[in-house]
């Protein structure tokens, strides 16, 4: 089997680890993966554990970018592309437009956040247009499903990670600024408006009342970062909280942590919780998205409502209160995460898609 992957953004998040780990995964199976982005792009640039996969440089100026469709629909012609597989919101627009040129393949979209697509008419016509969608968690599914998505071109295939990644030596607390011993918090996720980390920083005084030690840490970067800091400064909690900026080292960081918190009041699934999981952390977190199909509240974690600081503050002093109750959180979890969200069952869930599809296609011509 073809495979193009396209994924248009420039950056490297959440969304770009789980297409890496599919074509990894597909490329082990012995199948052809191609790979479009931008020339200057992280996805392109990314090894994906494959060392000769073809290189789609394309320009993705907007989402109608004919050129790029047209360079798009050349490789699927020349490689014989089955599949195109869009990673991203405009990425699905390239890949139907790239399809219809090249006269052949079928495009597949995973869709990553749960947010409800916007209800005009071009973009409910766009969301018909691709062969079959892939949400990554089951509150996903109901959206699309919520939003006219047929059943039937509409499957679940949860995100996943990579347990070998967090092998790692914890980093040494020094490293971080904060004194061994002391109890560290820690959250992982982009500073922008779904993850919420306005609710965290908001619950902190009532948790640093009950647990004057303790240190947060928020690793990630983005467009919040100076509301956030504001944020610190005005609750006068800047001596125990730290915005870490973007890190490459977040393995090592989980293992350095004594608990994780997610605040998210949007989530599509939420990965980071589930590096924390796998790493043994008991974990704190909001009912947002795709979040609770993770966290079981009082079995896997501790799970609260979405925006409650309050609720928030009480389940992190739970957390390190009760160290009976945060192993037993956490190895849960970790069994958990080892027994559902692994790699492999990423990948063949998104084969399994692939190859009911190109069944039917071949079914459909058979009959013609």
């Known amino acids: 089997m073809n495979i193009l992957h396209i994924d248009e953004q420039s950056g490297w998040r959440g969304g770009e680890q789980q297409a890496s780990y599919l074509i990894r995964g597909l490329a082990q199976r012995g199948h052809t993966v191609l790979l479009a982005g931008?020339?200057?792009?992280?996805?392109?640039?990314?090894?994906?554990g494959v060392d000769d996969a073809v290189r789609i440089p394309a320009a993705f100026r907007g989402e109608w970018d004919l050129a790029t469709a047209w360079k798009l629909a050349r490789a699927v012609r020349r490689h014989r592309v089955d599949i195109l597989h869009a990673h991203t919101s405009h990425a699905h627009t390239h890949a139907y437009l790239a399809k219809r040129m090249a006269g052949r393949g079928l495009v597949v979209v995973?869709?990553?956040?749960?947010?409800?697509?916007?209800?005009?008419?071009?973009?409910?016509?766009?969301?018909?247009l691709p062969d079959h969608i892939?949400?990554?968690?089951?509150?996903?599914?109901?959206?699309?499903?919520?939003?006219?998505?047929?059943?039937?071109?509409?499957?679940?295939?949860?995100?996943?990670?990579?347990?070998?990644?967090?092998?790692?030596?914890?980093?040494?607390?020094?490293?971080?600024?904060?004194?061994?011993?002391?109890?560290?918090?820690?959250?992982v996720a982009a500073l922008v408006g779904h993850k919420d980390q306005a609710t965290l920083l908001d619950a902190m005084p009532a948790v640093l009342r009950e647990l004057p030690d303790l240190h947060l840490v928020i690793a990630g970067e983005g467009e919040l970062r100076g509301a956030l800091e504001t944020q610190i400064e005005?609750?006068?909690?800047?001596h125990a909280v730290q915005l870490l900026g973007y890190?490459?080292?977040?393995?090592?960081?989980?293992?350095a942590l004594d608990a994780f918190v997610m605040s998210s009041k949007e989530e599509g699934l939420g990965?980071?919780?589930?590096?924390?999981?796998?790493?043994?952390?008991?974990?704190?977190?909001?009912?947002?998205?795709?979040?609770?199909?993770?966290?079981?509240?009082?079995?896997?974690?501790?799970?609260?409502?979405?925006?409650?600081?309050?609720?928030?503050?009480?389940?992190?002093?739970?957390?390190?209160?009760?160290?009976?109750?945060?192993?037993?959180?956490?190895?849960?979890?970790?069994?958990?995460?080892?027994?559902?969200?692994?790699?492999?069952?990423?990948?063949?869930?998104?084969?399994?898609?692939?190859?009911?599809?190109?069944?039917?296609?071949?079914?459909?011509?058979?009959?013609?």
């Open 38 to 48: 931008r020339p200057d792009g992280a996805f392109l640039a990314a090894h994906h």
């Open 110 to 128: 995973s869709r990553r956040v749960d947010f409800v697509p916007r209800q005009d008419f071009l973009n409910r016509w766009k969301y018909r």
């Open 134 to 187: 892939i949400a990554i968690s089951e509150r996903i599914g109901d959206v699309m499903r919520a939003f006219g998505v047929p059943p039937a071109k509409l499957s679940v295939v949860h995100s996943c990670i990579d347990p070998a990644r967090f092998d790692v030596e914890p980093l040494p607390r020094a490293a971080l600024g904060v004194p061994d011993g002391v109890p560290l918090l820690g959250n």
């Open 234 to 238: 005005r609750l006068g909690i800047g």
């Open 247 to 255: 890190r490459d080292d977040v393995p090592r960081l989980l293992r």
């Open 271 to 368: 990965t980071s919780v589930l590096d924390a999981m796998v790493c043994g952390l008991p974990v704190a977190a909001t009912a947002g998205g795709g979040i609770p199909e993770m966290v079981a509240d009082g079995q896997t974690g501790l799970l609260v409502p979405v925006q409650d600081p309050p609720a928030l503050a009480a389940a992190i002093v739970r957390l390190f209160r009760d160290r009976a109750l945060a192993r037993r959180l956490g190895d849960n979890a970790k069994a958990m995460v080892v027994d559902r969200f692994t790699v492999d069952r990423m990948v063949e869930g998104n084969l399994r898609v692939y190859e009911e599809l190109l069944g039917a296609q071949g079914d459909s011509a058979d009959t013609a």
